[in-house]
Structure formats: structure tokens, C-alpha cells
């Protein structure tokens, strides 16, 4: 059983930063693509970044040059490194990635959420 969690939310000031992390365990052969995404009260989930097992990523336009992903493939690994934070950047952060639990299967797994609440 794969699961993906994630950590490092919290409250900040608007201008502050935040890591989140997450971490994939359980029986993973790969990981493929890896994501972010948030969802803020009263909205829709967004995606937020993706970064490829190669490290080439993409950035929502409202994130790009503040918040910056990285990931550690040995370790199936993803953090996040949010910067310059704003009010609106307050949401429930969740990862996801495409797992491969075998080398000719691709699966997709979820983690359950981080809070990030940016006020004075």
C-alpha cells in the first residue's frame, strides 16, 4: 500500500515563507510526475506546480518566481518552498503523484492535506 503525506503547513504573515513537504512510503518500484494543488474555502481545488521525475517543472502564473518545487527521487520526495506569501495563497495544500507500485503500472495517490494560513 502506497500513501503520500504531507507536512509543514501552518500560519504565516503575508510576506513570510513556508516548506511544505511530502512524502511518498509503502511498495513504489517509481515515481513519475509528482504535484501540488489547493483548494481555498468556498473554492474549487487548483493546480498549483508539477515537476517531472527529471525535474523540469510548472508553475500555476499566480505562484511562478515565489514558491519553488523541488524533489528528492531516491528518497520519493516533494517540497515546496513558498516565498513572498499572500493572503490569497491561504488554501489546504495537497499532494499527488503517479506512482508506479510495479515497472508496468502507473497509480495515482493522494495525501491528505496541509493547512497554509497567511495573515497578520
Known amino acids: 500500500q502506497v500513501q503520500l503525506v504531507e507536512s509543514g503547513g501552518g500560519l504565516v504573515q503575508p510576506?513570510?515563507?513556508?516548506?511544505?513537504?511530502?512524502?511518498?512510503?509503502?511498495?513504489?518500484?517509481?515515481?513519475?510526475?509528482m504535484h501540488w494543488s489547493r483548494q481555498a474555502p468556498g473554492k474549487q481545488r487548483?493546480?498549483?506546480?508539477?515537476?517531472?521525475?527529471?525535474?523540469?517543472?510548472?508553475?500555476?502564473?499566480?505562484?511562478?518566481?515565489?514558491?519553488?518545487?523541488?524533489?528528492d527521487n531516491a528518497?520519493?520526495?516533494m517540497s515546496?518552498?513558498?516565498d513572498s506569501l499572500k493572503p490569497e495563497d491561504t488554501a489546504v495544500y495537497y499532494c499527488n503523484a503517479n506512482i508506479r507500485p510495479r515497472w508496468n503500472?502507473?497509480?495515482?495517490?493522494?495525501?491528505?492535506?496541509?493547512?497554509?494560513?497567511?495573515?497578520?
Open 80 to 82: 515546496l518552498q513558498m
Open 46 to 71: 487548483e493546480w498549483v506546480v508539477s515537476i517531472t521525475e527529471d525535474g523540469n517543472a510548472n508553475y500555476l502564473a499566480s505562484v511562478l518566481g515565489r514558491f519553488t518545487v523541488s524533489r
Open 15 to 33: 510576506g513570510g515563507s513556508l516548506i511544505l513537504s511530502c512524502a511518498a512510503s509503502g511498495r513504489i518500484f517509481g515515481v513519475n510526475a
Open 75 to 77: 528518497k520519493h520526495t
Open 105 to 120: 503500472r502507473v497509480e495515482d495517490y493522494w495525501g491528505h492535506g496541509t493547512q497554509v494560513t497567511v495573515s497578520s
